[in-house]
């Protein structure tokens, strides 16, 4: 294991891990979703998931790493034997599809960055249509996405202390000073406290059944979950490490990051008395236009810091994905790590050029004939989230019935001596063995219902 490398501290690794949940999931998705389904209830929701369904999972997925000491497919391999390894494989089939088209919406925001800090995006007067031209001019956002993946890859390339420790070390604290720097403006706007109303006081005649459904994959998205990410990033880990404690920490950093996104969104889009329902081109479209009624030199300023904050964001987490499938080649088939990480940027890369195109250049990657007639890059997300879901549960099914909860527990009171005996311990057994699975796995259902057939198919 030695040759793998590791995190060179225990912050180290909670930085990264947290630097893998805090992305666009946070910044980009999670104030358009709230958004777009009730403000304070979808909030609402969330934190209950993240508290009941996620932590468990995710205490379950670096356990498992730490123990067996190897990427997603080989500890699933060693721990479970025989068939159990394509769990791993799946979780890292879900990474790269994610990757593919998380990068291209990162060179959405790379590009923003450019234009708004150098170039003449706030001269304009109709952002809803710059948007729609905008991620349909291939020229540009190809260099863009290339460059974000450029960017990935040579961090990664780097290794574990060297390249993504030292890469969060210096990224995730610039991204709180921004983030708070700008809720901090927004918060002084008039009419912020609308947006301050619409985002805290929750109005349960909101709440649905899809924003229970969009709520946990959500979460699960956010929290880099299901797919293997944090069973990689915790055969990193040392044996001092207290994986509870970790968990909390990182719950809490990504958990507030998205809570403070929200915080930042709401005030800016209510004072300019526009709809907080927009869907994915709530921050291209209406932020853009907070920035420009800034003036030209502050709006240059603090739009630029805002979309400088995105890539930061993204970049934390593409590393964290590209990880996933270069621990698998280096572990599994040995080859160089060099090597691996370019072979498999170029390869995701490539993967992501249909969604590139799905924004209206190729009308059939426009519709595809789905319910709702999603585009490419909506339904390639949409499979993600089932994935992640689906992997979770599946999960915990791994550790109930093949690794065993007495494993689990005997690895989390490693480093963590009051672990044995505790409410904490009593609730993480209950949530991997009972309340994880049957939860996950009926909402796993609903939601492939939902996304491809409409829920009213079912229930009429
Ligand atoms: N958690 C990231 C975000 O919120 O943007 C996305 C992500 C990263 C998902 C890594 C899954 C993962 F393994």
Not at 289 to 301: E, N
Request: aromatic residues 16%; charged residues 10%.
């Amino acid at each position: 294991m030695s040759n793998r490398g590791n995190f060179s501290s225990k912050l180290g690794f909670i930085l990264a891990a947290a630097g893998s949940a805090v992305g666009l999931g946070n910044i980009w998705r999670f104030p358009y979703l709230a958004g777009t389904n009730g403000g304070a209830g979808f909030l609402f929701i969330y934190l209950i998931c993240v508290l009941m369904l996620c932590f468990p999972v995710m205490v379950g997925e670096i356990a498992i790493g730490r123990n067996a000491g190897s990427d997603a497919f080989g500890s699933y391999k060693k721990l479970g034997g025989g068939n159990w390894g394509y769990l791993g494989l799946y979780g890292i089939l879900a990474g790269v599809l994610i990757l593919s088209y998380y990068n291209v919406v990162a060179g959405w925001a790379f590009g923003y960055f450019l234009e708004i800090s150098f170039g003449n995006l706030l001269d304009h007067q109709d952002f809803g249509s710059f948007f729609g031209d905008y991620v349909n001019d291939i020229g540009p956002l190809f260099f863009f996405s290339l460059g974000f993946m450029v960017i990935t890859a040579v961090i990664v390339a780097q290794g574990i202390a060297k390249g993504i420790e030292a890469a969060n070390k210096i990224m995730m604290p610039g991204l709180y000073i921004i983030l708070i720097g700008l809720i901090i403006y927004s918060l002084t706007l008039p009419h912020a406290m609308d947006g301050v109303r619409f985002y805290l006081v929750p109005d349960f005649s909101e709440i649905h059944s899809k924003t229970i459904f969009y709520a946990l994959c959500q979460a699960f998205f956010s929290l880099s979950l299901g797919m293997g990410c944090l069973i990689t990033y915790g055969s990193y880990v040392t044996k001092d490490q207290n994986i509870v404690k970790s968990a909390v920490i990182i719950s809490m950093a990504d958990t507030s990051v998205a809570f403070l996104a929200g915080l930042m969104v709401f005030p800016l889009v209510f004072s300019l008395g526009a709809e907080p329902g927009q869907g994915p081109k709530l921050i291209f479209v209406i932020l853009t236009q907070a920035f420009q009624s800034m003036g030209p030199f502050v709006g240059r300023i603090v739009g630029g810091s805002f979309f400088l904050l995105i890539c930061f964001a993204a970049l934390t987490s593409t590393i964290s994905l590209l990880e996933v499938p270069a621990a698998y080649f280096v572990d599994q088939k040995k080859l160089p790590r060099k090597a691996v990480v370019w072979g498999v940027s170029g390869l995701i890369f490539v993967l992501g050029i249909p969604t590139m195109y799905s924004q209206g250049l190729v009308p059939f990657l426009n519709k595809l004939p789905f319910h709702n007639s999603p585009d490419f890059l909506s339904f390639v997300a949409d499979l993600c989230d089932i994935m992640l879901v689906s992997g979770g549960c599946i999960m915990c099914l791994f550790i109930r019935s093949k690794w065993r909860v007495g494993s689990l527990n005997n690895e989390l009171a490693i480093g963590n001596p009051g672990y044995v005996g505790s409410f904490v311990q009593g609730y993480i057994n209950f949530a991997i063995s009972w309340f994880c699975p049957v939860v996950l796995g009926i909402l796993s259902i609903l939601v492939i219902v939902d996304k491809y057939y409409g829920l009213e198919w079912l229930f009429g």
